[in-house]
């Protein structure tokens, strides 16, 4: 089973500035990695796939890159209803897996 | 409109069983691999099971085998979980997702409780 482990676990970031967020693979799963959102009470929301490719009606302020085993996701200027907990997946191999999530919390 | 809704949940006794639907509009159902994800109270995302139609292909984590069984019907655009001799670890909301590769579409969960 592929580890997907994502740091840091909390990031507190002001409104408007850039946050980073990173998902490291235990083996390499090309680019087949995705990024969701998740508010509380909410279901997840698929933010970006094969690594870079934003899905229908994400804004552009949300990119993705990386490969192999280092992916970062980055979103340029925060809004508030950026504020959220976000995962990432591999789908490289099965079981599908998913890190631990790092929650974005206003500074 | 795109949507998956997912019912059944509720509180069941360890041991017990729970059978969950979820029912999908708005796409061709047939033609979409469809998932079980869970998030027990607190905690990250684990992909449970999936059902592929074409080729048919089932697949569970381990920690269900035996236990939980996926169905689906899609002349009635749904999927099913039927879940046995549940146990306190399977305590979680319980979402459908579709697609085969990355979840596109998620249904908003339904929550089982395990506990006496």
């Known amino acids: 089973e592929i580890v997907m482990t994502q740091s840091p676990a909390t990031l507190s970031v002001s409104p408007g500035e850039r946050a980073t967020l990173s998902c490291r693979a235990s083996q390499s799963v090309s680019t087949n990695l995705a990024w969701y959102q998740q508010k509380p009470g909410q279901a997840p929301r698929l933010l970006i796939y094969g690594a870079s490719t934003r899905a229908t009606g994400i804004p552009a302020r949300f990119s993705g890159s990386g490969s192999g085993t280092e992916f970062t996701l980055t979103i340029s200027s925060l809004q508030s209803e950026d504020f959220a907990v976000y995962y990432c997946?591999?789908?490289?191999?099965?079981?599908?897996?998913f890190g631990q999530g790092t929650k974005v919390e206003i500074k | 409109e795109v949507q998956l809704v997912e019912s059944g949940g509720g509180l069941v006794q360890p041991g017990g069983s729970l059978r969950l639907s979820c029912e999908a509009s708005?796409?061709?159902?047939?033609?979409?691999?469809m998932n079980w994800v869970r998030q027990a109270p607190g905690k990250g995302l684990e992909w449970v099971s999936y059902f592929d139609s074409s080729p048919p292909t089932i697949y569970y984590t381990d920690s269900v085998k035996g236990r939980f069984t996926i169905s689906r019907d899609n002349a009635k655009n749904s999927l099913y979980l039927q879940m046995n001799s549940l146990k306190a670890d399977d305590t979680a909301i319980y979402y459908c997702?579709?697609?085969?590769?990355?979840?596109?579409?998620w249904g908003k969960g339904t929550t089982v409780t395990v506990s006496s």
């Open positions: 997946q591999q789908y490289n191999n099965w079981p599908r897996t």
């Open positions: 708005g796409f061709t159902f047939g033609d979409y691999t």
């Open positions: 997702a579709r697609n085969y590769l990355y979840l596109d579409v």
